[in-house]
């Protein structure tokens, strides 16, 4: 499930942030999500900004934000502490996934560029493979190759075909590292990408078959909306199935064109929607008050706002 309006945060009070969302195989024991957030936090000029888990799903999203100098050391505290309390062999979920920590992506939020965030994403994914064994592919606008710009092509079928298939497939082999997965935290994917929001839509159903319908008539790589990923997944602890999306470019595709598209496919197939949520945070510019879905939406809160919590941070530096 695996963030940012420059122009709306560029007064920030520092002159330099990056944002960095990884997402941890873990959704069910809060403990473990706390002590990885407690070691990102161990790392001075480190401020976690949100923490978000899916027990369906069994993964969760952590928040931070730092300067270029530090958000690497707090990156690697995570990557460890991950490593260390998360054992993809005893791991089952919704969600697909290759690594304990799964995606570990850097995202320019003030005074830092795309470029700089790429040079962060691979000096990063060398010290994940120098000092903890995981090996790492480099995804998005990190990707050092075109096959693997796409998250999805460097998942492929997930942790344990991957396990096998890196011994022996060439193609498959791991940006840095040997062809071999970490034994409990498997493989990583490091990246740099602008801002993406995660945008999930609830269906009063338990047929997962309707959602993952749903999700392919939507998405773009079977014709639908542009700029949107989407995959459906049952909601076992609800009764409900979900077609969760990634808005990869929320100004091409807005929320509201993505939730509009979800409602008119359920609706022409007779289900209902029961709710929506907002995975991590979104700028201000992204969000539509005045939508069909802002009502709709589950445990929403102001400071899944970004520049509500920078604006914070920077009050408590003054």
């Excluded at 796409?150 to 298939?165: A, I």
Aim: hydrophobic share 40%; proline share 4%.
């Amino acid at each position: 499930m695996d963030r940012t309006d420059q122009s709306a945060i560029g007064n920030q009070k520092s002159a330099m942030l990056v944002e960095c969302v990884p997402n941890f195989s873990e959704g069910r024991k809060g403990e473990t999500v706390a002590r990885i957030a407690r070691a990102i936090e161990s790392v001075k000029g480190a401020t976690v900004l949100n923490r978000h888990l899916d027990a369906d799903h069994n993964r969760s999203v952590i928040t931070f934000v730092a300067e270029p100098e530090q958000v690497i050391d707090a990156a690697l505290c995570a990557v460890a502490t991950a490593a260390e309390l998360i054992d993809l062999r005893e791991h089952a979920g919704e969600h697909p996934r290759i690594g304990a920590t799964d995606v570990l992506p850097f995202i320019p939020v003030s005074g830092i560029t795309m470029d700089e965030c790429i040079t962060l994403a691979h000096h990063a994914g060398q010290r994940i493979w120098q000092e903890l064994s995981i090996p790492v592919y480099f995804y998005e606008r990190a990707a050092l190759r075109p096959d693997r710009v796409k998250l999805e092509n460097v998942r492929g079928q997930g942790f344990e075909h991957l396990r096998e298939e890196i011994k022996t497939n060439p193609d498959r082999a791991p940006d840095v590292g040997e062809p071999k997965l970490h034994e409990s935290a498997g493989a990583i994917a490091v990246g740099a990408r602008p801002f993406l929001i995660a945008f999930n839509v609830n269906l009063r159903t338990n047929d997962v078959s309707i959602a993952r319908r749903i999700a392919r008539t939507v998405r773009e790589r079977d014709g639908g909306l542009p700029f949107v990923k989407a995959l459906g997944f049952e909601l076992q602890s609800r009764g409900l199935v979900q077609v969760s999306m990634n808005l990869v470019d929320y100004k091409q595709t807005t929320i509201a064109r993505a939730f509009a598209a979800v409602h008119h496919e359920a609706t022409r197939l007779g289900i209902e929607i029961s709710g929506a949520e907002i995975v991590g945070l979104l700028p201000r510019t992204a969000l539509d008050r005045s939508a069909a879905y802002f009502p709709l939406l589950e445990n929403f809160r102001e400071t899944l706002v970004l520049e509500t919590l920078l604006g914070s941070i920077g009050a408590s530096r003054e």
